[in-house]
């Protein structure tokens, strides 16, 4: 295939269009076609990248074929030139409102003609050039928009799975984001609490619970039929996708689901760490309960002991003064005798008072675990 650019020339004049061939053919493909209606025919076939129109020929004017032609969407910016021996500048203008490029009068130079059609095949290909690049920037601009609507959705899950307080809920949320994104998909949770799992149609059937058992145990992402699997520590999500046709679509898809999978693996091992708190908060509130009941047995059967001691010591010292008056003991060994029972009555005294001090440490204790179980 030759790398010339192709020029029709309309003309039902065969010795112009003979001309007009040997100025051009050298640097372009050239084909002759008589008529308006042979061209319009043929352009629909095979588009050329320029286009010689004659104004006045037999059937359609050059004026009519101009003018449908811009009217094609196909071939709405192919360079059309006119060439033709009406010069008037009614005919100029008549040109110029149709929709031509350009308009030269017969006889043209050689150098001028070349000149003009260099320059609109350059202009052509510029326009080409920015309409396709503006295309690009169109498609990008949409990927980037249709990647932050993705994005701004993963987001929102995160921050709506913060207040999921279970695993169902959990699952539930997952479903509705992958929903958002037009995606069927199951997904199974499975953390230090017990397991749950959901599909878009509710519960899972037992071969769904059957799947996303084996896909856990595939890797992070596994791909298989029409599915895409994506496995974390705490969670499973398997979605049935059409997208693999479009890679960068199927590529942004994965991506989605990987950061919805890995916020919703945080979000189970932050439910298991607070119902792991929540228990030791249990087992902490009852043990307090238990040592206060204790302590407080403790004192109560420790004052009664500082009451009988006293009495004890009370009795002791009236049985020791009814006792002196019998014993014939002189009066130097019967204050002895007083002074050893007064010390020994002292340090049980002492011995009663450090346990009050011992007890008031045990509830300052006892009111501190309080503190830290409330």
Request: charged share 25%.
């Amino acid at each position: 295939m030759s790398d010339k650019a192709t020029i029709f020339i309309v003309d039902d004049d065969e010795f112009a269009a003979m001309v007009t061939t040997d100025i051009l053919s050298s640097e372009y493909a050239v084909q002759h076609v008589v008529d308006g209606q042979s061209a319009l025919k043929l352009i629909a076939e095979q588009q050329p990248d320029l286009l010689l129109l004659d104004v006045d020929m037999p059937g359609i004017s050059g004026y009519e074929v101009c003018r449908s032609l811009r009217e094609d969407s196909d071939v709405s910016d192919l360079p059309i030139i006119f060439l033709s021996g009406m010069v008037s500048d009614e005919d100029r203008l008549a040109g110029y409102e149709v929709g031509g490029d350009d308009y030269l009068t017969k006889p043209v130079s050689a150098d001028e003609l070349r000149s003009k059609v260099k320059i609109q095949l350059a202009t052509y290909a510029e326009r080409r050039r920015l309409k396709n690049d503006l295309s690009s920037a169109f498609s990008t601009a949409m990927t980037a928009m249709s990647s932050s609507s993705e994005i701004g959705a993963v987001l929102q899950f995160v921050r709506t799975s913060f207040e999921c307080p279970d695993y169902s809920s959990l699952c539930t949320e997952v479903l509705n984001t992958l929903s958002s994104y037009g995606l069927e998909a199951s997904v199974k949770i499975h953390g230090a609490q017990c397991a749950a799992s959901l599909s878009h149609n509710g519960g899972c059937s037992p071969l769904e619970e059957s799947v996303l058992s084996n896909m856990s145990r595939q890797g992070r992402l596994f791909e298989f039929g029409s599915r895409t699997s994506c496995s974390y520590e705490h969670i499973t999500i398997i979605i049935k996708s059409d997208a693999r046709g479009d890679p960068e679509r199927h590529g942004r898809m994965k991506d989605n689901i990987a950061w919805l999978a890995e916020g919703a693996n945080a979000r189970v091992v932050a439910l298991d760490s607070m119902a792991s708190v929540g228990k030791q908060h249990a087992a902490l509130v009852q043990l307090t309960a238990s040592a206060s009941k204790s302590l407080q047995g403790i004192d109560q059967r420790h004052r009664e002991q500082g009451a009988r001691s006293s009495q004890i010591f009370l009795e002791l010292q009236t049985n020791f003064d009814r006792s002196m008056l019998t014993l014939g003991v002189t009066q130097s060994q019967e204050e002895e005798l007083a002074v050893m029972l007064q010390g020994a009555a002292d340090q049980a005294q002492a011995l009663y008072d450090e346990g009050l001090e011992i007890g008031s440490h045990m509830e300052n204790i006892l009111k501190q675990l309080e503190d830290v179980g409330k």
